[in-house]
């Protein structure tokens, strides 16, 4: 009897280390590096569309490339940037390879965008050179759209924050912003 219960004992302190090796993993594990996203998550995927001052301004999130075309003072500006992996815990801004490839990341529901040139360790919501999408609905014509709104800070030093929503069609996106303004500030 003493001999079973001599066992039992030794096969329970056996047990109780094996969940605490798998409860506590080592120190290496969890120090691992935050990386950013290697695609863009399928919500975010597809051509959204802006109105303003008369143009359809374009922006295209596919799984491993972004792109815009935008109408500024006469004429279209166009651009395209690779989605690549990254270190979100190491600044990159001495970079010359690859400085305008794009990191994305979640931060607290937003997709954020970023330039590799323009990431420091501590990039979030706000920093300039980030845009921040969101995923919301609005209501047109009866029923519930999805649109893309966007947050963007280019220059904190003079306020320039821009306030958006992109929408799956041009007649949507002309529909919310019929006036063509440049900003729309609302949720």
């Not at 940037?81 to 190491?90: H, R, V």
């Not at 979640?106 to 999408?133: F, I, Q, R, V």
Request: no cysteine; net charge positive.
């Amino acid at each position: 009897m003493k001999f079973t219960n001599m066992m039992g004992a030794l096969l329970a302190s056996v047990s109780f280390g094996a969940v605490l090796a798998v409860a506590n993993p080592t120190v290496d594990a969890q120090a691992s590096a935050k990386m950013s996203l290697a695609s863009a998550p399928k919500k975010f995927q597809g051509t959204w569309y802006y109105y303003q001052n008369g143009h359809y301004n374009r922006y295209t999130i596919a799984a491993k490339t972004t792109s815009y075309r935008n109408f500024k003072g006469k004429k279209w500006v166009t651009g395209y940037s690779q989605i690549k992996t990254a270190n979100l815990n190491k600044s990159m801004r001495n970079i010359k390879t690859g400085k305008h490839n794009t990191l994305l990341f979640m931060s607290k529901g937003w997709l954020l965008d970023e330039e590799w040139a323009n990431h420091t360790k501590a990039s979030a919501m706000g920093t300039p050179g980030t845009e921040g999408y969101k995923i919301v609905k609005r209501h047109y014509k009866g029923k519930t759209i999805k649109s893309l709104y966007v947050y963007a800070m280019w220059n904190i030093g003079n306020g320039e924050v821009h306030l958006q929503h992109y929408y799956k069609t041009k007649g949507q996106a002309k529909a919310f912003n019929p006036t063509g303004a440049s900003e729309d500030f609302t949720d």
